[in-house]
């Protein structure tokens, strides 16, 4: 039972070019999140998906897309990086609604725009 | 827009001291959870506090919720380095989707 992956763990990208970060859960949960931390802001909601199928944004959504083609997996695309998306990103994913749930996160991705 | 607001942002300790992060909500919450990020590491779930006025502990840690539900506290006693770390709250956000996280208290211990 591995929890919640993310695949990078770390990535370099340049101004302009494309990335998919991956989550995979092996928890069979119905939630799944990602957030975005950056010194002293705290975890920042991008999207999230509350079943196989669909998505939802966050706080901070622009400049991210998110696909939930599977229940165990939920991709976060970057089209076209900016530094301003250099970040530590960290997906979460929880049975139930979080309000009734513990949220399980990831290991995260460290990534960094230049 | 919701928001979920802590204080202090930093505090550094000696070991044995007492430790308070206090966190307040811009509207009533239907809940509020805690969590520990390691330097380093992923947040990880501490407790959820549901009623209004509950206290709960965990061996040196005292979680409140408080009576309007719209605030909440986690206290630590006697501090020791393997307390380091950032502490985060966090409550519902208004669709009930998903959680909003305070910006979190990062605590630091010196022997």
């Known amino acids: 039972n591995a929890g919640v992956t993310q695949t990078p763990k770390f990535r370099v990208l340049k101004t302009g070019q494309s990335m998919t970060l991956l989550c995979a859960q092996d928890m069979n949960h119905e939630y799944m999140y990602w957030y975005r931390q950056d010194p002293g802001m705290g975890l920042r909601l991008i999207h999230y998906?509350?079943?196989?199928?669909?998505?939802a944004k966050g706080e901070v959504p622009d400049g991210y897309n998110v696909s939930r083609l599977k229940k165990q997996n939920f991709l976060l695309g970057l089209e076209s990086a900016a530094p301003s998306q250099t970040s530590v990103y960290f997906c979460?994913?929880?049975?139930?609604?979080?309000?009734?749930?513990?949220?399980?996160f990831g290991p995260g991705t460290r990534l960094l725009v230049l | 827009g919701q928001q979920v607001m802590q204080i202090p942002q930093y505090q550094h300790v000696q070991e044995g001291e007492d430790f308070t992060t206090y966190c307040n909500s811009s509207?009533?919450?239907?809940?509020i959870q805690w969590y520990k990020q390691r330097p380093g590491g992923h947040p990880v779930f501490l407790i959820q506090l549901v009623k209004s006025g509950e206290v709960k502990k965990q061996k040196r840690l005292t979680f409140q919720f408080g009576e309007a539900k719209k605030n909440s506290s986690l206290h630590i006693t006697a501090t020791q380095t393997t307390d380091v770390g950032t502490y985060f709250c966090?409550?519902?956000?208004?669709?009930?989707?998903?959680?909003?996280f305070g910006k979190g208290t990062t605590l630091s211990v010196s022997s």
């Open positions: 979460a994913s929880s049975y139930w609604p979080a309000n009734q749930e513990t949220q399980y």
């Open positions: 998906s509350v079943g196989e199928g669909t998505t």
């Open positions: 966090a409550g519902l956000n208004q669709a009930g989707t998903a959680l909003i």
């Open positions: 509207t009533t919450l239907s809940n």
